[in-house]
Antibody, heavy 118, light 108 residues
Framework: QVQLQESGPGLVKPSGTLSLTCVVSGGSISSSNWWSWVRQSPGKGLEWIGEIYHSGSTNYNPSLKSRVTISLDKSKNQFSLKMSSVTAADTAVYYC???????????WGQGTLVTVSS | EIVLTQSPGTLSLSPGERATLSCRASQSVSSNYLAWYQQKPGQAPRLLIYGASSRATGIPDRFSGSGSGTDFTLTISRLEPEDFALYYCHQYGSSPLTFGGGTKVEIK
């Protein structure tokens, strides 16, 4: 059973950088799946941020692309999200998830709340 | 980007009744790559249906999905107490992946 667990600061200052990590257990991050980040805020519902493949290939939501970087660390079986120049609008619960080919986001982490505030 | 519109916003039903949720896409969803999720307060979304009509592992057969192109439906044949929750549709046929605004199924 694949499990994902997000971690990172719950509070980030405006104009700062949000950094989150997702540790994958019960499966290899080098398998033929995409590894994604999704966020959920009261104002905008569920929003896909982007994804990364084990080869390092990435896809990002154009609305966030200029501020987002997703990377992976195979040695630690984890992947990460960095989002720069954050504002209050980036306050949300951030989820990491696995996207299986043809099936989409099937395994999700429990989510972590990130609040942007001074 | 494909915009997904879900209706109704809220569905008030009693246990044992049939629930029919709609999801309409602003353009055709490639390969019918349309999924449905259930979400309860404080929990991550749970995959119910993928590929418009395939049930995910462990999902009871009272949940069924149908549709193609731009119009999709999630049907819950007989509502159980644990089915009262938020439901989202999600398209993964083209980037960026997008989600609908959700339908809340509440107890009448």
């Amino acid at each position: 059973q694949v499990q994902l667990q997000e971690s990172g600061p719950g509070l980030v200052k405006p104009s700062g950088t949000l950094s989150l990590t997702c540790v994958v257990s019960g499966g290899s991050i080098s398998s033929s799946n995409w590894w994604s980040w999704v966020r959920q805020s009261p104002g905008k519902g569920l929003e896909w941020i982007g994804e990364i493949y084990h080869s390092g290939s990435t896809n990002y939501n154009p609305s966030l692309k200029s501020r987002v970087t997703i990377s992976l660390d195979k040695s630690k079986n984890q992947f990460s999200l960095k989002m720069s120049s954050v504002t209050a609008a980036d306050t949300a619960v951030y989820y990491c998830a696995r996207a299986a080919a043809g099936i989409t986001l099937d395994y999700w982490g429990q989510g972590t709340l990130v609040t942007v505030s001074s | 980007e494909i915009v997904l519109t879900q209706s109704p916003g809220t569905l008030s039903l009693s246990p044992g009744e049939r629930a029919t949720l709609s999801c309409r896409a602003s353009q055709s969803v490639s390969s019918n790559y349309l999924a449905w999720y259930q979400q309860k307060p404080g929990q991550a979304p749970r995959l119910l249906i993928y590929g418009a009509s395939s049930r995910a592992t462990g999902i009871p057969d009272r949940f069924s999905g149908s549709g193609s192109g731009t119009d999709f439906t999630l049907t819950i044949s007989r509502l159980e107490p644990e089915d009262f929750a938020l439901y989202y549709c999600h398209q993964y046929g083209s980037s960026p992946l997008t989600f609908g605004g959700g339908t809340k199924v509440e107890i009448k």
